[in-house]
């Protein structure tokens, strides 16, 4: 695991609203932090058992489809966060994810959300409420204006 691990945590956006207590539970529980290698699925697209929420805190990894596996939808880097609708409402995967080099993300499944104490259940729930709207106003934006959309708001 990465000795900076508290400094990951620190500098990543998702986790800017928790305190330092939060954190330091968090850091308590290893098994909610996990290296992928490069050429790893993080997410398989169609998985039905799979509902993790990541937060990638080093690394990068791809968003493909089964349909098209060459096409790159998007770029999951430092500090995005993933898997939340699966997460959320427990659906099959909607695409996969692939480490693009060796990555460390932070991992929560579902049912160890509740296993936390309530006040780091309710930061979590109203951190991916928020990136949730960021994304919805995002998709307004690039609606009413598909050629500028790029600078819109980001996670």
Not at 16 to 31: N, R
């Amino acid at each position: 695991m990465y000795g900076n691990l508290p400094s990951l945590l620190d500098k990543t956006q998702f986790f800017e609203k928790f305190a330092d207590e939060e954190k330091k539970v968090l850091l308590g529980m290893p098994h909610f932090f996990s290296n992928y290698r490069a050429g790893e699925f993080l997410i398989r697209e169609n998985e039905k058992d799979d509902n993790a929420l990541f937060v990638m805190l080093k690394g990068s990894a791809s968003v493909t489809k089964n349909s098209n596996p060459q096409k790159f939808l998007d770029t999951m880097v430092a500090g995005n966060v993933f898997g939340e609708i699966s997460f959320l409402i427990q659906i099959p995967r909607t695409s996969n994810v692939i480490a693009l080099e060796d990555s460390f993300c932070f991992v929560l499944k579902s049912n160890k959300l509740d296993k936390l104490p309530l006040p780091l259940q309710v930061k979590f729930r109203d951190c991916l409420i928020n990136i949730l709207v960021k994304r919805l106003i995002h998709l307004d934006h690039q609606k009413a204006n598909p050629a500028v959309f790029e600078d819109d708001i980001k996670e």
